[in-house]
């Protein structure tokens, strides 16, 4: 199976930081990456695809880069309503594997 | 819209099964595949499965091999999931989610709300 290691685990932040979370995939899975943020007690919410790609409707603050085995999701300015978990998610093969998160908390 | 209806919170004892069905509407069933993720309290997310919608075939985590199943009836549009032998520690939320797969590219991009199923003496 790949492992997926994110960091940091938990990140605290001020509205209008910049941020950067770090995905490591344990083996090449291409571009087959993706992001989700998932708010308490709701189903996770797609982000970011094929590495870099914006999902339709995410604000461009959102941005993605990578491939290989290193990846990054970027927020250029934090809003109030990015404070959340947020999830890496490997699709090159299955299982299907996730981080184990980054919680993302107002400082 | 794209919709996926998850089945209502089930409460089950250890060693039960259980069920639960994600009605797709918004799309055509048969032309996406439907995954199976889980999230125990405070726990990352968990894969368990997939189906494809158009020819039934499906594969499991090695983890749930053997207890779990997935199938999927293409005239009500309608995934399910049963799990058995249930453990304390399963309780959790059981969510289904559609994957787009095109050349390059293969994301979940609609969820359900998720089931929440509880096992308890």
């Known amino acids: 199976d790949i492992q997926m290691t994110q960091s940091p685990s938990s990140l605290s932040a001020s509205v209008g930081d910049r941020v950067t979370i770090t995905c490591r995939a344990s083996?090449?899975?291409?571009?087959?990456l993706n992001w989700y943020q998932q708010k308490p007690e709701k189903a996770p919410n797609l982000l970011i695809y094929?590495?870099?790609s914006l999902q339709s409707g995410v604000p461009p603050r959102f941005s993605g880069s990578g491939s290989g085995t290193d990846f990054t999701l970027t927020i250029s300015s934090l809003q109030p309503e990015d404070f959340a978990t947020y999830y890496c998610q490997q699709s090159y093969s299955t299982p299907r594997t996730f981080g184990q998160g980054t919680k993302l908390e107002i400082k | 819209q794209v919709q996926l209806v998850q089945s209502g919170a089930e409460v089950k004892k250890p060693g039960a099964s259980v069920k639960v069905s994600c009605k797709a509407s918004?799309?055509?069933?048969?032309?996406?595949?439907m995954h199976w993720v889980r999230q125990a309290p405070g726990q990352r997310l968990e894969w368990m499965g997939w189906i494809n919608g158009g020819n039934g075939n499906a594969k499991y985590s090695q983890k749930f091999q053997g207890r779990v199943t997935i199938t999927r009836d293409t005239s009500a549009s309608t995934a399910y999931m049963e799990l058995s032998g249930l453990r304390y520690d399963e309780t959790a939320v059981y969510y289904c989610?559609?994957?787009?797969?095109?050349?390059?590219?293969?994301?979940?991009?609609?969820w359900g709300k998720g089931t929440t199923v509880t096992v308890s003496s």
């Open positions: 989610a559609r994957e787009i797969s095109r050349q390059d590219e293969r994301y979940m991009d609609v």
């Open positions: 083996q090449s899975i291409s571009s087959y």
């Open positions: 918004g799309y055509t069933f048969t032309n996406y595949a």
């Open positions: 094929a590495a870099s």
